[in-house]
């Protein structure tokens, strides 16, 4: 699941630049979000495909995890700030699942039926 939500999420920033990808960013207040962007959608597609079947999985998630770690401090601090601890972990709750989803797979690995696996990198 983590591999096929940042592979969606990838995708859909550039299929709606004005809602998720440039205009999502500018809105945060991030500098050039055109670029940041386009940056943050391929290492979610290129690091969510690696996630979704499994190869270089232990490698793949680290920039995902700096994306969620960025996400939550730059979207999800303002709420808790502005309108509270519940209101900030209701928004945050997918943020928390990718991130912590994230850090298994840096942790585990992949498992038996992913690419790692199956070429001796990942085999327990």
Known sequence: MVGAVFLSE???KFLFPAGLGAGRFAKIGFESPETVAAIVAFF?????SLVLVGLAT???????????????VSTKLPILREQGFWKMAHEARTDWCMLL????LLLVGAGR????????????
Do not use: H, K, N, Y
Not at 44 to 48: L, R
Not at 58 to 72: F, G, H, K, N, S
């Open 58 to 72: 232990r490698l793949a998630v680290i920039p995902l995890i700096v994306i969620m770690l960025t996400a939550i």
């Open 44 to 48: 979610e597609i290129v690091c969510g």
């Open 10 to 12: 990838g995708i859909q």
């Open 101 to 104: 989803g994230s850090l298994f």
């Open 113 to 124: 039926w992913s690419l790692d696996s199956r070429l001796g990198g990942g085999a327990r």
